[in-house]
């Protein structure tokens, strides 16, 4: 039997009733076509799983009760932060929805001296708005029950010049980066990743990474789009120091 996992956004505790999201609600009611009484999963990033009925049913609107709850670990021992050059469209969208699926713990969207997209307070609200409803709907389907944290877009150089200095592995995706995947050693329990827009770093962008101690890693002979790199290059972080191989 299928079990629905919905993300809400407000504290969960046994016993309570609560009012699922309108799309959740419309999905379970008029999509799934689920009655009163059956199982959901419910989560909203403290760590746990809530077991909930659905309580009551409209046609827009939908109630869960919940009935327990449960700590669920499926966190990657590696805490990586992807640091994405903002790119266009759906390509972001397509590039968080793997991130958060493939475990990474924080993204921070940059403007480099490349990025086309312009985004003012405004745009840059609703966008990363529109950001975190993506990251959650990955979460549903991936399992996660503590959601990637996502920071406001800013500029490659301000963001360099907030890291504090700490032990974490440091990585810039680079066509002629000197560091090959097949010589990686990542003895850290952090790493970062940054990745550039659909132009690539400039050279006054490798000239401020290269400052902040991120080394250039390179993937193979061939030069990836931004929403493939980013993603190629998680996995294999993953996968050396992460939680592919548990």
């Known amino acids: 039997m299928r079990i ?94 793997k991130a958060t699926e493939l475990g990474v713990s924080r993204i921070v969207p940059v403007v480099t001296q490349r990025t086309e997209v312009k985004l003012d307070e405004d745009r840059a609200e609703r966008r990363v708005a529109h950001w975190r409803s993506v990251i959650a709907g990955a979460s549903e389907q991936c399992g996660r029950t503590r959601l990637p944290d996502i920071e406001m877009p800013q500029r490659l150089d301000r963001w360099l010049g907030t890291l504090a200095a700490d032990d974490a592995s440091r990585f810039a995706l680079l066509p002629e980066g000197r560091v090959s995947l097949n010589r990686l050693d990542i003895s850290t329990q952090s790493a970062m990743l940054c990745v550039g827009p659909e132009g690539g770093f400039s050279d006054n962008d490798v000239a401020v990474l ?21 993603i190629a290059a998680i996995a294999a972080l993953q996968a050396i120091a992460g939680d592919l191989s548990a």
């Open 4 to 97: 629905p996992r919905i993300y809400l956004d407000h504290p969960l505790h046994p016993g309570s009733e609560v009012l699922l999201p309108e799309q959740a609600g419309e999905h379970v009611a008029r999509v799934l076509r689920l009655e009163r009484g059956h199982p959901l999963i419910l989560f909203n990033g403290d760590g746990c799983e809530y077991d909930a009925t659905l309580a009551a049913l409209a046609k827009r609107a939908a109630t869960a009760e919940v009935v327990g709850v449960r700590e669920v670990d499926r966190e990657s021992p590696l805490h990586l932060t992807l640091a994405q050059g903002i790119a266009r469209g759906e390509k972001m969208d397509w590039i968080l929805q």
């Open 210 to 230: 290269t400052h902040a101690g991120f080394a250039g890693l390179r993937l193979g002979p061939r030069i990836l789009r931004t929403e493939t790199a980013g």
